[in-house]
């Protein structure tokens, strides 16, 4: 097979699929996927599995067992790194191991390590090609891009909602909205996030798992928060995020200044609970961020409700929309909106999607993108 741009493509989506065998596994650290290529087909493929574990080149050269033949060519999704970690540098592993050229994805998001391994890699004389289908081996790392340049959690909203942004009828109605096919593919976003947030009135109302279920796999169950601010949930302490499996994988997120008894008697069930300030005002969901920093937890999936959503939103705290649309119409003013409160006058005052994306699940349209609040 020749050199070229559509062949080194081929060979990198053959890499993004292997990067992806280890997906939400990988955290903090990002998924990369490596595979060597002699001869116009793949000898050997390495993935980063988890994080402290061999990086993607080093487990792709190790799974090869020999050295390269002077055609082969090592893809990678991610550009090697070229620091001592908890591993070597890779930009060292392919130098010594001699290979003569490198095709490379996305470039190192880190502004301190962005271009390194290129120029590192050049000056040892090998052929480096870089950016094939970049944009598309950067939207694998979503979570791992935002945190390593921001060094705050990556807050994504995900809604399920008719064409005219209802979320549930006037009756609180919600199952379903969206039809298998986009349910499941939530399921796969639940499995890349290390944690998922909801609002009492959804866990009252819905009695939802949290959890991640995905053909062929175990249950995943991630972080789980459920923020409750007036402690509504004290009197639904049957709901299964505090009664099942990962009972312990729960943290209820609510104010300070909270009725105490209310708050005892959560506490003597047994549940974790994240005591917030409210004052001054906004502090409340910024030291939310704050104890996901400590706790590493570099992304969080939030589900609603709207009033969870809502809140976030008016402070300008989500960083990316989930937004999955059944072709259904409830035109109904009563019915629950996915979002609410704004006070929004002209067309300029819209918050919009940066680099948005389409995909059809069944009948459902998911859009998807990074939110663009405009300037106050």
Same mark, same amino acid.
């Given at each position: ?7 080194? !493509?081929?060979?990198?989506?053959? &890499?993004?699929?292997?990067?992806? /065998?280890?997906?939400?596994? @990988? ?5 990369? $996927? &490596? ?8 000898? &050997?493929?390495?993935? #980063?599995?988890?994080? +402290? ?13 020999? /050295? ?27 130098? !010594? ?17 962005? $271009?390194? $391994?290129?120029?590192?890699?050049? !000056? ?21 891009? #935002? ?7 990556? =807050? ?8 005219? +942004? ?12 969206? $039809?298998?096919?986009?349910? &499941? ?13 909801? +609002? ?17 796999? !175990?249950?995943?169950?991630? @972080? /789980? ?7 509504? =949930? ?14 312990? /994988?729960?943290?209820?997120? @609510?104010? @300070? ?51 969870? %959503? ?9 960083? *990316? =929309?989930?937004? *999955? ?15 609410? +409160? ?17 995909? %059809? ?8 993108? *990074?939110?663009? *609040?405009?300037?106050?």
């Amino acid at each position: 097979m020749p050199l070229d741009s559509d062949t080194d !493509e081929h060979f990198m989506r053959h &890499a993004m699929a292997v990067a992806t /065998r280890a997906w939400g596994d @990988t955290h903090p650290n990002p998924m990369v $996927g &490596a595979i060597i290529v002699e001869q116009g087909r793949v000898v &050997a493929e390495g993935w #980063h599995q988890r994080a +402290g574990g061999p990086h993607a080149e080093v487990a792709a050269i190790k799974a090869q067992g020999h /050295r390269p033949r002077y055609d082969a060519t090592i893809y990678v999704t991610l550009e090697p790194c070229c620091t001592q970690g908890r591993t070597g540098p890779c930009t060292d592993a392919i130098i !010594e191991r001699g290979f003569r050229r490198v095709v490379i994805g996305a470039i190192d998001p880190n502004p301190a390590h962005a $271009g390194r $391994g290129v120029a590192l890699l050049r !000056e040892a004389g090998l052929e480096v090609v870089h950016g094939v289908l970049a944009e598309q081996c950067a939207d694998i790392n979503l979570i791992f891009n #935002h945190w390593i340049v921001n060094q705050a959690p990556f =807050l994504a909203a995900k809604v399920a909602m008719t064409l005219d +942004g209802k979320i549930a009828t006037r009756a609180g109605h919600s199952r379903w909205v969206t $039809g298998e096919e986009a349910r &499941a593919d939530v399921m796969r976003w639940r499995r890349l996030f290390p944690a998922i947030a909801v +609002g009492a009135g959804t866990v009252i109302a819905d009695d939802p798992a949290l959890t991640a279920r995905l053909p062929d796999a !175990e249950i995943y169950c991630p @972080t /789980r928060f459920v923020f409750d601010r007036r402690l509504l =949930l004290a009197d639904h302490l049957d709901r299964q995020v505090f009664n099942d499996n990962w009972r312990h /994988r729960t943290i209820l997120v @609510t104010e @300070t200044e909270s009725n105490q008894s209310r708050l005892h008697r959560i506490k003597d069930h047994g549940v974790t609970i994240w005591e917030l300030p409210t004052d001054p005002p906004n502090i409340f969901y910024k030291v939310f961020q704050k104890k996901c920093i400590n706790q590493a937890l570099t992304g969080v999936l939030i589900e609603g409700g709207c009033g969870l %959503l809502s809140d976030m939103l008016s402070e300008c705290l989500l960083d *990316y =929309l989930l937004s *999955y649309r059944a072709p259904k119409l409830l035109a109904d003013d009563d019915a629950l909106p996915a979002f609410r +409160g704004l006070n929004t006058s002209e067309m300029a005052e819209a918050i919009t999607l940066e680099d948005p994306q389409h995909a %059809l699940f069944g009948q459902d349209v998911l859009t998807r993108g *990074y939110l663009n *609040y405009p300037e106050a």
